[in-house]
């Protein structure tokens, strides 16, 4: 048999969707179009449809931490993604194992509200985040809603980049879809400064799993050894794609559509 070159593993920290839009579903998917093998570790069961979250348990810690060091001992993993962490416990045993694995890149989607604006983290989980990850963090990508709860005392969306990054991450990528501006702005930051500023179309409607998509991409690309730089740009462009080529397959938001890539060229767009 002809050997391979092995496939990347992304160890994803995520609840599970049951729409399929967002959450772990839509960490599978975008890793596998980025060519890398998912190592799904659920921090939490969800009830939402399109439209918002309803309900949430997050797992037992102990189940968690087992999920994970499983195959940490059993397989090589490349990056670490992180979604919903939902509580104080579930924060402090990733930074735990983080600590463990100082040389995997970590890209954090700091996920503190629903994409219909239910509560997926209160204050004390905030509050435990923000130094127990952050200075962990390869790559983090707040949205914008997410950045203002993150350095409230900030005065401006500028501001808060700043405040964020002073936290300790290495770069900070805060994305302006809920801003009320002609085009999507979204501004990095690395080096106690904005370094690239990138601007989108923007599409109408809005979506299921956008944030999900973006940070798992980024996550993919670093662990096919791509600087975070480029990833950070590549992934911007591949999670446009996904909205642009999205669908409304309930009566909520749109679902990203992450496999637009495999679909007839000849085929003619919405």
């Not at 809603?145 to 993150?150: S, Y």
């Not at 990095?188 to 690239?196: A, F, Q």
């Not at 409607?205 to 993919?220: E, M, N, P, Q, V």
Request: net charge negative; hydrophobic share 40%; proline share 7%.
């Amino acid at each position: 048999m002809t050997a391979h070159p092995p496939i990347p593993v992304v160890m994803a920290f995520a609840g599970t969707d049951p729409t399929g839009g967002a959450g772990i579903q839509a960490d599978i998917e975008t890793l596998a179009s980025m060519g890398c093998h998912a190592a799904p570790v659920i921090t939490a069961v969800t009830a939402q449809d399109t439209h918002d979250v309803k309900a949430y348990s997050i797992i037992d810690p102990v189940l968690l931490i087992e999920q994970a060091r499983a195959v940490l001992e059993d397989m090589p993993v490349a990056a670490f993604k992180i979604g919903m962490l939902g509580s104080v416990q579930v924060v402090e045993i990733i930074h735990t194992l983080l600590v463990d694995y100082p040389d995997i890149p970590v890209i954090l989607d700091p996920v503190i509200k629903a994409g219909g604006g239910g509560s997926l983290a209160d204050d004390d989980v905030i509050e435990a985040m923000v130094p127990l990850l952050f200075p962990l963090t390869t790559v983090l990508t707040p949205n914008s809603i997410e950045a203002r709860l993150l350095a409230p005392e900030a005065d401006s969306l500028e501001a808060c980049g700043y405040s964020i990054l002073e936290e300790g991450c290495e770069y900070l990528l805060v994305t302006g879809t809920h801003e009320n501006t002609p085009y999507v702005i979204n501004n990095l930051y690395n080096n106690g400064r904005r370094v690239e500023s990138f601007k989108w179309e923007r599409l109408p409607g809005s979506y299921h799993g956008s944030g999900c998509t973006l940070a798992a991409s980024i996550a993919g690309l670093i662990a096919q050894e791509v600087d975070p730089l480029t990833a950070i740009r590549q992934a911007q462009e591949y999670t446009w794609e996904t909205l642009k080529y999205g669908y409304r397959i309930g009566m909520g938001q749109y679902v990203p559509n992450r496999f637009f890539w495999a679909r007839d060229p000849d085929e003619e767009s919405d």
